[in-house]
Every structure is written in C-alpha cells, then in structure tokens.
C-alpha cells in the first residue's frame, strides 16, 4: 500500500523538464513548421523514428556533447532520410520507409548542415527559456528538503546536458539507460532510481510526460505518479486513474508535493 507521505522525487528529462509534456516528435514538428520544411507529417515521423534509432545503435552521441550538438545530429539524420540520403545500420525497416516516402525533399549536404543547424538553434533558445523557468521548480523543492533523482532515457550526454542547464546540483543521483543498459518502459530503471533515493517505493513520487514509459512502469513498482501530460506521440486512452495527479506544467505539481510530503 502506497503511503500518503512523499520524502523523494524521480523526475524524467525529455519531455518532462525541456518541455510542457510534450513528445520531442511534436516540439520538433514545429521547429519544421517555423522553419518552412515542406514535409508532411507522416514522412517526418518516418523520419523522426529513424533518426531516433540511429542515435540509439551507432556511436554518435558521445558524452561531451552539448544539447544543440544533440539536435543537430537528430535534425541532420531526419533531413538525410527525407533526402533520400544513405541511412546508418539500424537493424529495422528503416531503408523500406524511405523509399516508400510520400513527399521527399531536395537538399546538398550544405544545405541540410545549414539547415539542421537552423532548425537546432530555433528550438535550442526556446528550451532554454522553458529549462529556466522549470530550474525554479527544482529549486523549490530542493529548499523544502526533498531529495531528487534523475531517471531518463538518453544518449549518454545527460550530465552535459544537467551542467549546461544548470540543472547539475539538484539531483542525488542520475540514472541514465546508454550507462546502465536498460530502458523504460522497464520497471527495473525506476528501481534504480528508487534505490538511489533509499527509500520505499510507497515514498517517491515519479514526473514523467509519457504514459507507457513513466506512469506505468513506476505505478507498478508502487510509486506515486504525477502525469506532466502535452501532445503525445499516439493518441491512445489512459487510465488516468493510476495517476496522482495530471498536470500541464510542471510548477502545477508543487500543490500536490507540500500537500502530502
């Protein structure tokens, strides 16, 4: 039974402190849109999966990269696929998707540098501004006592991306899955966290702005849920039930925390 006491928070990253629970694919498809990329949405999330699963299997990513080298890299990859570009190895369909495309653009490889850089900038500035207003959070809870933890999925860059956000100082551990070598939805990395923290399950609260990868996973482990809910990747029903709380910014689950800490 879970008890009625938080002593200890597990945040996500991606989605959940860089955005307003928003998928990435979503944030991204409008840095496309702003920046006139005339694609349609069934290509790019073509796309976008691909680019995701290149970043997962090749040594791309290495641990000095800042977040806009990040970006760059995935709009990059994402602009080669729609280009009809060579794809790396991903083990999946990927090659199939691309040539069976609806709309493809036409660009030089300058051209895609310039404008995945573009796109990297526009989109870098704003998280930015959303990671500053979102460190305030953060930092409210570290004065009320609470210890934090980090579990997120990435590419093994996270505490880079921490220092650059000056986000490094709040958390008391980061579990990372490119350096444990699991994933969510596995339950098994909220369990690293929760063992971080010391405590029982039935005494942390999990933030997460995915469902399937946060909600689920740590409701099973017996962990309280707050659901930082944006656009999602697929529009599917939820059990909204298993959930503390559902909330659209992140500052809206400070209410619940002294309520109940």
């Known amino acids: ?16 402190l860089d955005t307003r629970g928003d998928h990435w694919s979503e944030v991204i498809w409008d840095g496309y849109q702003q920046c006139g990329i005339a694609i349609d949405k069934p ?19 290495t641990p000095e990269f800042h977040f806009i080298d990040i970006l760059r890299e995935k709009f990059q990859l994402q602009l080669q696929f729609l280009c009809g570009c060579p794809l790396f190895p991903t083990g999946k ?3 199939q998707r691309q040539a069976q495309l609806a709309t493809h653009l036409e660009m030089s490889a ?13 989109i870098n500035d704003a998280t930015n501004a ?14 009320a006592g609470l210890p934090m933890v980090l579990v997120s999925n990435f590419y093994g860059n996270i505490r880079t991306v921490l220092r650059d956000a000056h986000l490094d100082g709040f958390f008391k551990e980061i579990v990372e899955s490119a350096v444990v070598g699991v994933r969510k939805p596995n339950p098994a990395i909220f369990a690293l966290g929760v063992c971080a923290l010391d405590l029982p399950a039935s005494e942390v609260l999990v933030v997460g702005d995915t469902y399937g990868k946060d909600i689920v996973p740590a409701h099973q482990l017996g962990c309280h849920t707050i659901w930082i ?19 659209t910014r992140l500052e809206d689950m400070l209410k619940f925390v002294s309520q109940n800490a």
């Not at 008890?3 to 991606?14: A, M």
């Not at 300058?110 to 526009?122: F, K, L, S, V, Y």
């Not at 990747?233 to 503390?244: F, G, H, L, N, R």
Request: some cysteine; overall charge negative; hydrophobic content about 35%.
């Open 130 to 143: 959303l990671l500053h207003e979102n460190r305030k959070v953060l930092e409210r809870l570290r004065q």
């Open 110 to 122: 300058d051209e895609i540098g310039d404008t995945a850089m573009r796109i990297a900038t526009c």
């Open 43 to 61: 290509s790019y999330r073509d796309a976008y999966v691909y680019g995701e699963r290149a970043l997962a299997v090749n040594p791309i990513v």
């Open 229 to 247: 809910k944006g656009r999602q990747w697929e529009d599917k029903p939820a059990d909204e039930s298993i959930c503390d709380d559902v909330i």
């Open 93 to 95: 369909d990927d090659d």
């Open 1 to 16: 039974m879970k008890s009625n006491k938080i002593r200890g928070i597990i945040f996500d990253y991606g989605g959940t």
